[in-house]
T-cell receptor
């Protein structure tokens, strides 16, 4: 069975500062990893995904994440936070089970950006 | 190209009642999954439909049932509603064929409040 751990349910950064949201996963088979963002009262929007092509994945809005197998991590970063980045971020792991994908989400990290 | 659409967006039900939520997948997608997202939590997998059959199921009671139609749209039914069923219900779709890392796209969700 797979699982996702997001360290820090709330993260606060100053505008212009580095954003680092942590995600560790557990999977018995090579996983596919995703980061989604959820703005208030909205659904989930894909930021980026790792599908084994490249360990450093670039996504939308200046976000990127690096897959580190040895650390079972897929941390999300952005060099400079913007006020519009304030949202909740979910890390998710997807593995194939019986020919179907099963996706497991972390509990989410709320990002607050301080002016 | 319309994305995943869900209806209704908001609804209020009384304990013991039944509810039906609807979802139209993104064009070209044939696999639909449903998730429950309680306040302050990450999405929890309910079940997945492909070719009009339930293919995978999460840890949810039989009160939660679903259906997929020939046009790939789907319904989620919840019987004997409990207060704890109050949540955002998210529909997600993907294309099953092709790479296993196919992106899952989410709708905006249906907010269910049980009183």
């Amino acid at each position: 069975a797979q699982s996702v751990t997001q360290l820090g349910s709330h993260v606060s950064v100053s505008e212009g500062a580095l954003v680092l949201l942590r995600c560790n996963y557990s999977s018995s088979v090579p996983p596919y990893l995703f980061w989604y963002v959820q703005y208030p009262n909205q659904g989930l929007q894909l930021l980026l995904k790792y599908t084994s092509a490249a360990t450093l994945v670039k996504g939308i809005n200046g976000f990127e994440a690096e897959f580190k197998k040895s650390e079972t991590s897929f941390h999300l970063t952005k060099p400079s936070a913007h006020m519009s980045d304030a949202a909740e971020y979910f890390c998710a792991v997807s593995v194939s089970s019986g020919g179907y994908q099963k996706v497991t989400f972390g509990i989410g990290t709320k990002l607050q950006v301080i002016p | 190209d319309a994305g995943v659409t869900q209806s209704p967006t908001h609804l209020i039900k009384t304990r013991g009642q039944q509810v039906t939520l609807r979802c139209s997948p993104k064009s070209g997608h044939d696999t639909v999954s449903w998730y429950q997202q309680a306040l302050g939590q990450g999405p929890q997998f309910i079940f997945q439909y492909y070719e009009e059959e339930e293919r995978q199921r999460g840890n949810f009671p039989d009160r939660f049932s679903g259906h997929q139609f020939p046009n790939y749209s789907s319904e989620l039914n919840v019987n004997a509603l409990l207060l704890g069923d109050s949540a955002l219900y998210l529909c997600a779709s993907r294309r099953r064929t092709g790479t296993s890392g196919n992106t899952i796209y989410f709708g905006e969700g249906s907010w269910l409040t049980v009183v």
